[in-house]
C-alpha cells in the first residue's frame, strides 16, 4: 500500500503556470504506474497526465504541449507542471498509483486527497 499526498494548487491568472507535486510514502521506482487526473464540478474525473507501462508518458488532448508529467525517484515525487493555464483547468487535481500484473490487469489503486486548482483572473 502507498499513501500520497499532492500539493502546489492555488489561485493562478490565465497564462500562469503551476507546478503540483505528488510525494509517496514508498518508493515508486517500480511497482508502481504513476498519474494525475482532475475532475471539475459536475463532470467526470478525467485523465490528465500518466506515465505507461512501457515509461513512456501520455497526455489528455487539452493539455498536451502545455502540461509536463515527471518523477523524482530519490524523493519518491512525481511533478505535474502545468504552464500556460486556462480556466478550464481549474479543478481538482488527483495523484493516483496503479500497479499492474504481468497480464495487465489493475490489481492495485491509489489515490491522492486531491489538490485544488483555480485559474482566474
Known amino acids: 500500500q502507498v499513501q500520497l499526498v499532492e500539493s502546489g494548487g492555488g489561485l493562478v491568472q490565465p497564462g500562469g503556470s503551476l507546478r503540483l507535486s505528488c510525494a509517496a510514502s514508498?518508493?515508486?521506482?517500480?511497482?508502481?504506474?504513476m498519474g494525475w487526473y482532475r475532475q471539475a464540478p459536475g463532470k467526470q474525473r478525467e485523465l490528465v497526465a500518466a506515465?505507461?507501462?512501457?515509461?513512456?508518458?501520455i497526455y489528455a488532448v487539452s493539455v498536451k504541449g502545455r502540461f509536463t508529467i515527471s518523477r523524482d525517484n530519490a524523493k519518491n515525487t512525481v511533478y505535474l507542471q502545468m504552464s500556460n493555464l486556462k480556466p478550464e483547468d481549474t479543478a481538482v487535481y488527483y495523484c493516483?498509483?496503479?500497479?499492474?500484473?504481468?497480464?495487465?490487469?489493475?490489481?492495485?489503486?491509489?489515490w491522492g486527497q486531491g489538490t485544488q486548482v483555480t485559474v482566474s483572473s
Open positions: 506515465f505507461t507501462r512501457g515509461s513512456s508518458s
Open positions: 514508498r518508493s515508486i521506482f517500480s511497482s508502481y504506474v
Open positions: 493516483n498509483a496503479r500497479i499492474y500484473s504481468t497480464r495487465g490487469d489493475i490489481i492495485g489503486n491509489y
